[in-house]
T-cell receptor
Framework: SAVISQKPSRDICQRGTSLTIQCQVDSQVTMMFWYRQQPGQSLTLIATANQGSEATYESGFVIDKFPISRPNLTFSTLTVSNMSPEDSSIYLCSVELPVAGADNEQFFGPGTRLTVL | GQNIDQPTEMTATEGAIVQINCTYQTSGFNGLFWYQQHAGEAPTFLSY????GLEEKGRFSSFLSRSKGYSYLLLKELQMKDSASYLCAVSLPYSGGGADGLTFGKGTHLIIQP
């Protein structure tokens, strides 16, 4: 398994500002992902954070709005830019690790609860 | 697009058995995951199926039929702490370029009654 921490755990932000969320893993991992979970909804994949190259975004998500950094194999950041109330959500990072009996398993961080006023 | 369906809510009794179904129609398949998510917490891994058949892990079992695009999660000897949302997720090959990124269903909110 992996121990994943996220900072901040929660924040309340003003419209038009930006927030950077950090994700730290206790071991080196190749694959890191960022998800969003809007109130009462399931998780939606935002992007794959690639170490040493640009992130790969899912349909509906763009780099200008959600820039991602992945400077090494244990750390990534997600920035929510020019926030609006619609960005109020829980943002989770996850890592993929090989697990006995499964090709790979995704472990999730505790999440960052963002409220935009 | 990708489509993963599961019931919105189910209710079961403590000590009983419950089966949560998940059907999927996706443009590829690298495996199916079940996660448990308690309110306000991150999802935690329950099971993974990539081949047809039943995988058993203690009180929890998961079944997969790839030809039918169907899976279920079976919970036995239900306990009050099993009240949570259960998320079905499919791993797609290079979905949008994100290798092994998961596509989630909307989740099933399971309520356990005494």
């Amino acid at each position: 398994s992996a121990v994943i921490s996220q900072k901040p755990s929660r924040d309340i932000c003003q419209r038009g500002t930006s927030l950077t969320i950090q994700c730290q893993v206790d071991s080196q991992v190749t694959m890191m992902f960022w998800y969003r979970q809007q109130p009462g909804q399931s998780l939606t994949l935002i992007a794959t954070a690639n170490q040493g190259s640009e992130a790969t975004y899912e349909s509906g998500f763009v780099i200008d709005k959600f820039p991602i950094s992945r400077p090494n194999l244990t750390f990534s950041t997600l920035t929510v830019s020019n926030m609006s109330p619609e960005d109020s959500s829980i943002y989770l990072c996850s890592v993929e690790l090989p697990v006995a009996g499964a090709d790979n398993e995704q472990f999730f961080g505790p999440g960052t609860r963002l409220t935009v006023l | 697009g990708q489509n993963i369906d599961q019931p919105t809510e189910m209710t079961a009794t403590e000590g009983a058995i419950v089966q949560i179904n998940c059907t999927y129609q996706t443009s590829g398949f690298n495996g199916l995951f079940w996660y448990q998510q308690h309110a306000g917490e991150a999802p935690t891994f329950l099971s993974y199926n990539v081949l047809d058949g039943l995988e058993e892990k203690g009180r929890f079992s998961s079944f997969l039929s790839r030809s039918k695009g169907y899976s279920y999660l079976l919970l036995k000897e239900l306990q009050m702490k099993d009240s949570a949302s259960y998320l079905c997720a499919v791993s797609l090959p290079y979905s949008g370029g994100g290798a092994d990124g998961l596509t989630f269903g909307k989740g099933t909110h399971l309520i356990i009654q005494p």
